[in-house]
């Protein structure tokens, strides 16, 4: 069910109905109702893959009561080798392994080799990626010793399996989310209005901003051999709204959906169109992710031996990997990558000339090189095949570049200077303009008429919208 | 709680309030839907030909032309499970009903209106002749199915609706029997181009069998009632036949066999390559203009009264 159908809005409504029913005392009982409902909303996506979802969640539930107990390195290294078996073992099985088939081939032909080897017909479960992250982050941090294990079995299912942030995440850590489930939870007015305001703000980003870009990117993409150059240009910055706005309008859908069960969601996108540089987008974009790469593979990297010798090599295995778990294919480990050598370029910039890529006096400068680059590497992201990357972006500097778009209709551009203006306000709370919304928005009447115009918005949209772009990672 | 369902009901209310006033606005306006819906009750007493099918037989069958009385319930883009929900609706309703057109060119049997980007007409079908009921469950629940409105171009619906209101402008393009007017007049397109165009994109098509099922249906149900079926694959140009997919076409010509001898009321009259047919009487590659529409009226009604076809 995806979050605006006909089918999600009656289930939401009856889980939100019977949630707030059971007396706040008993939010064990609330916990059981979530997890209810969280199973049959993965189910009903393909109930096939509720064992995997199951099998991951027992095995660090298990695994966690006993970290919690042992105390020899040893033990605790082979329950949290378990943990990471099983999960990786789940998500290498139905991402990678027909990746890894054909690279072998690849490699093994390149030697001289034939490799008699087969790819499988392998259905990548909804929300693999995300759920497996989230409880290998829980073992991890049992095993560090920065939490405790939990006892409750509902409590630690629904961590796991909070529908909200199933399928696209955010990726919680059990520090934020699973005390949430053992505590009670009130509902306020401010919570619930708070709710669906970032519910409304997800689905504008969704419908006015992600799929109204997606046709022309599409034809961008499409013909990249024989559109202008300004053409491709203006598709690749338009990839990088559509993006941001399929993954961030879900991310705030699911955010505004948390808050109507009292459950407070991290925030995993912070205006990363505001970012000055390569590093400060990484803080901005897909936070839940980043920060779990930070924490899980890029600060072990560097303890190692070789991590300490050459930490350039950590960033960029750390990057690489990140590139990897958004898709099984070469294109994307280089997406990867190529962000990683933006970082390095920059810090080592700052170290030696004290700027980095923030050259500039004025801030609009140093976004607009950023939003550049970075529109430029989402190239990688988007094209079929790495080789089609590289042809898109060889057709990109040409005369062409200055004349107008092709087939471009101007009216795109509206809900994205909305959008803009909006996170203008929210990124610089004391400017004129946030002052101003700030104060309109005090008044009911001006809030109620911004929502009837967005949803009037949405319904001019009108028929039928693109999946999520994130749904297939 | 209390006061947070309060809000949100009250701006649900005033919302739907508005909306549902919008609604009616744009939804009285008549179109080819309401108007065929209506036309088909005036004269169904009468009909002895009904003429189902898509554009090719909306703008291609002329009942004026047709020696018994026949009324054209074709529409652009009308698959054939949509022709078996309006047969099914009016078969009992068309007391002198003899024979049943149905256009098979290569698309028809697999190509589904539903899964097409004209899908968006569905809501006509529901709004205006009841297809609502023909629908699943949770799609009878869609919003979608229902809301004139949440179609798209608001802005175009609301010009129409004005200009009809204030202006009296009819939106109406087809005559009392069902035709489309909308090729009267019209000059010849540049055929070349427009075959090739029209032949790529009806062979990326991809194979379904439920179009195959509703034509069965129809024949099946036609065949019970002592009513004929024709079969008509309708005149194309030379370039949108060189460019389609041979397959398709031998695909279709294998189906249309099959179905001829398996049924004794069902008879195919083959114009697709017929040499009656010459530039001037095309619109385009694959649908006739006006004056094709009349040639084509009468080789269908010859067809029918000939000695052959019973």
Redesign the interface.
Known sequence: MIFYS??FALFAALAFGLY?LIPQKQFRVQNLLILIASYGFYAWWDWRFLALIFISSITDYLVGLLLGRAQGITFRRVLVGISLVVNLGLLGFFKYYNFFVESLILAFSGLGFELQARTLYIILPVGISFYTFQTLSYTLDLYRRKIEPERDPIAFFAYVSFFPQLVAGPIERASNLLPQFKAERR?T?EK??EG?QLFLLGLFKKILIADNCAPYVDFVHANYDTVSSSTLALGAVLFFFQIYGDFSGYSDMARGLGKLFGIELMQNFRRPFFAQNPSELWQRWHISLSSWFRDYVFMPLTRTRLGRKMPRVSLLITFGLSGLWHGAAAKFMLWGLIHGVKVLAHRGLKKSFGTGFSFFRYPAVNIAITLSLTSLTWVFFRAPSAADAVGYLANLFSMSLFSAPEKFQYSILIPILILLCYEYTQEVRNSRLGRAISMAATYRPVR?AT??AV??GL??????TNQFIYFQF | ?K??LI??FA?LA??LT?FAAAEYFVRGVPNDYSFKRSQIEIHREQIEILILGSSHTLFGANPEYFEAPAFNFAFTSQSLDYDRFIFEKYVDRLPKLRTVIIPIAPLSLNYMLDDSIE??RRQRYVHYLGYWRALPL?EK????NYST???????NQFRTAWQYRRKSRSHVTINEMGWSRSMEGTSVLELSVTGEQAAERHSSIPQREQPKRDLAAIIEQAERRGLKVVMVTPPAWESYRNHLNELSILTMYRHIDNLVNQYPNVRHLDLFADSRFVKEDFFDADHVNHRGAEKLSRIISAFISSPYSH
């Open positions: 006909l089918e707030w509902f007015l619930g209005k669906l109620w929502y009837y949803l009037v319904l001019a949209t009108g028929t039928d | 709680m006061q947070f809000r949100v701006f005033i919302g508005v899908a968006w949770l629940l869609q919003f979608k409105l949440y179609q798209s171009d608001i802005s």
